[in-house]
């Protein structure tokens, strides 16, 4: 079944602003984890947007999203957010969501693709 479940894409006008929601479904109680943000745009690689220490305390952003993105965890939903603002059409992707469970290794390399064993199916984020 699927395990991270994102939500809230969809289409915006460029300068608007736009929420992302990630629920995860497992049973993670016993230990932290780091979820995170990934995007891909058309023709591009897949890129870490944010990352957050579930249960912690640490973000971490991508340049390019610095100042107009912010990630956020409600504790009692099991649920991730990104809350998007001045958006632009560089920021049109699909919008991943995915966990592993956290270490410092893990989180030194929160931007890799590769630190992930569980991911969402993407939702989709057009900015016109």
């Known amino acids: 079944h699927v395990q991270l479940v994102e939500s809230g894409g969809g289409s915006v006008q460029a300068g608007g602003s736009l929420r992302l929601s990630c629920e995860d479904t497992r049973d993670t109680r016993g230990y932290q984890h780091i979820m995170a943000w990934f995007r891909q745009g058309p023709g591009e690689e897949r890129e870490g947007v944010a990352a957050i220490i579930f249960d912690g305390d640490s973000t971490e952003y991508a340049d390019s999203v610095k100042g107009r993105f912010t990630i956020s965890q409600d504790k009692g939903r099991k649920a991730i957010y990104l809350h998007m603002e001045h958006l632009n059409h560089e920021d049109t992707a699909m919008y991943y969501c995915?966990?592993?469970?956290?270490?410092?290794?893990?989180?030194?390399?929160?931007?890799?693709?590769?630190?992930?064993?569980?991911w969402g199916q993407g939702t989709q984020v057009t900015v016109s």
């Open positions: 995915a966990a592993t469970r956290a270490s410092p290794f893990a989180w030194s390399q929160w931007r890799s693709v590769r630190t992930y064993d569980v």
